[in-house]
């Protein structure tokens, strides 16, 4: 999703920078009871950029700035079947 900026008031506005998620997975079967999958979640981490501007009385400028990090998370899984 690209960024993007809302104007909550004639005084408040929302930056949000882009988000991007990749999810991909394979799974390997061995036989009839047992199978391999290796997952990752969010592949191609972004970081997202938030950032709230007021403007007050006077002309004031109160900003929030905010950086979330995003990480990229693997997963493993082996499934035996009796």
């Given at each position: 999703?690209?960024?993007?900026t809302t104007q909550q008031t004639t005084a408040q506005s929302q930056t949000l920078g882009r988000v991007r998620t990749l999810d991909a997975y394979l799974s390997w079967t061995f036989s009839r009871t047992a199978s391999f999958r290796?997952?990752?979640d969010n592949a191609l981490p972004v970081d997202v950029h938030t950032l709230t501007q007021t403007v007050e009385s006077g002309g004031f400028v109160l900003s929030n700035d905010q950086l979330r990090r995003n990480r990229a998370r693997w997963n493993a899984g082996l499934s035996l079947k009796f």
């Open positions: 999703m690209p960024g993007y290796l997952s990752v």
